[in-house]
């Protein structure tokens, strides 16, 4: 059976997931729709050609309202409300929601009201399960809707944790992760209400908090 997906943010992680799915060549799943703000040209663009990855290979080509990859079209939507976006339409099985705002259970579940069957976020989601594949699946159940992949920290961090409390056991712990920087630092110099992250973000080493510990905890 393949499953239809539809991606609620083309970011850097929707862009990935997209980019990953084409080069694994999945036959399962198949990006019928995206929701991004980013015009198809832009979104286009940005998808075949990436910084840290290099040109993807695939026959690529956009109308106004559509991505076309390798002869598949994927439908391109241009709404800042969930609500206003009509999932059934594309008979989207599963939204991929990437735009790190809709992090909650309830926000999330706009999707469901929309037309999509399940939602996972692709980030920290308060009041909804999170899922790490390979330390936590089994407690993944059919009737459950909407599921957060947890943060990229907790994805590195929890099999280690698992493991080291399955054969010694833990009683306390420290961790530091280092992230690279994201579009909500400044490139240069500039304002912004988090006074470390108005630092040059090429130049500037920012001390800041990660919920990956309490999301360890919830696993």
């Known amino acids: 059976m393949t499953l239809k997906v539809g991606i609620n943010g083309f970011g850097r992680i929707g862009r990935m997931i997209l980019r990953s799915i084409i080069e694994q060549n999945r036959k399962d799943l ?52 969930i609500s206003k976006i009509d999932w059934k339409k594309y008979k989207v099985n599963i939204v991929l929601e990437c735009t790190g705002k809709f992090n909650t259970k309830e926000k999330s579940s706009q999707h469901i009201n929309s037309g999509a069957n399940k939602v ?14 390979g330390v936590n699946e089994k407690n993944l159940k059919s009737s459950d809707q909407v599921i957060s992949a947890a943060s990229c920290t907790t994805n590195c961090l929890a099999p280690v944790v698992q493991t080291l409390n399955k054969d010694f056991g833990i009683e306390r712990g420290f961790m530091t992760t280092i992230h690279s920087y994201t579009t909500d630092q400044r490139l240069l110099d500039n304002s912004h209400k988090d006074l470390r992250r108005a630092r040059s973000a090429p130049n500037s080493m920012v001390p800041t908090t990660t919920g990956a510990t309490k999301s360890l905890g919830d696993i």
């Open 30 to 81: 198949e990006v019928v729709a995206i929701n991004n703000r980013s015009n198809a040209e832009t979104s286009s663009f940005l998808l075949i050609n990436d910084t840290v990855h290099g040109k993807l290979k695939s026959k690529i080509n956009h109308s106004e309202k559509a991505i076309n990859i390798d002869e598949k079209k994927i439908n391109m939507i241009q709404e800042n409300e």
């Open 120 to 133: 996972i976020v692709s980030a920290p989601c308060k009041g909804a399960k999170s899922i790490i594949y």
